[in-house]
């Protein structure tokens, strides 16, 4: 049964209100509209000419972790993303070493995309 905030020790104060919208426009931005194009010669090579394949691979992984993200934000409905579900689950070192981990890689995979698109 998912908890509610407070018995996760918080008060709730703001409105939760993110839409579907709001989301997949904050996908393109972090991702990117060129970022496929900066990779694209990189996948053809490593996938034989299969592009397509792959990038259907990759949205079967996406879509496993969006799902996954759901469940996690179901039962910790906390801020914190992957340090709070982590921490909540694996312990406290877990959660600092994962949010860290995340932190980086929103900093430097948006800095790589933008450096490597033409």
Do not use: C
Request: charged share 10%; proline share 7%; no cysteine.
């Amino acid at each position: 049964m998912p908890a509610n905030v407070e018995s996760l020790g918080y008060k709730q104060e703001l409105k939760r209100s993110l839409s579907l919208t709001d989301l997949i426009v904050y996908g393109l931005v972090f991702i990117v509209p060129g970022a496929p194009i900066s990779v694209y010669g990189i996948v053809f090579n490593a996938s034989h000419g299969m592009v397509p394949l792959i990038y259907l691979v990759g949205l079967a992984a996406m879509l496993f972790t969006a799902l996954s993200y759901r469940e996690l934000s179901r039962e910790f409905p906390v801020a914190g993303s992957v340090y709070a579900y982590a921490g909540y689950s694996l312990g406290p070192v877990a959660g600092f070493l994962a949010g860290w981990a995340i932190l980086l890689d929103y900093l430097l995979v948006p800095t790589l995309t933008y450096v490597s698109v033409p």
